[in-house]
């Protein structure tokens, strides 16, 4: 009883960890040379909350990189705008499969997105990149 009691507490606690409210859209892009720009409108309501933005990705083994070099162009609802090289690390452990594999790569944490309405991320790759199958960017609050 005391060990399931230790469990069930554990994973209470497992439950409550960093994620909260998860949002994350994708786009499909040409997986034999993405090379054109992705672009993910994101609605925003809450002007308190920080959170972490990631770029989402899909890629199959054609994909042989262990980084992806991008630019990150951010539109903000009262028109500002940013534009940033990013190199992303990514984790290509061993797959016996053939199969995609997803991953989120971070980019911003702890962020305010202090604006009422909608924040566009163009993601464009540094050169055409072969076997990325869909881009997009994942928001955790």
Request: hydrophobic share 40%.
């Amino acid at each position: 009883m005391r060990a399931a009691v230790v469990l069930l507490v554990t994973m209470l606690c497992m439950g409550c960890g960093r994620r909260g409210e998860v949002h994350t859209d994708m786009l499909p892009v040409d997986v034999y040379g993405w090379q054109e720009p992705v672009s993910i409108v994101y609605e925003n309501s809450d002007t308190t909350s920080l959170c972490d933005i990631a770029v989402a990705l899909r890629y199959n083994d054609s994909f042989m990189s262990d980084t992806l070099s991008v630019v990150i162009h951010t539109s903000l609802p009262d028109a500002h705008q940013t534009r940033e090289r990013v190199v992303l690390g990514l984790d290509r452990s061993y797959r016996a499969t053939a199969l995609t594999a997803s991953q989120s790569v971070g980019y911003r944490e702890r962020c305010q997105l202090s604006q009422r309405g909608c924040y566009i991320f163009t993601i464009t790759p540094c050169r055409t990149v072969r076997g990325i199958e869909a881009v997009g960017v994942e928001i955790v609050k």
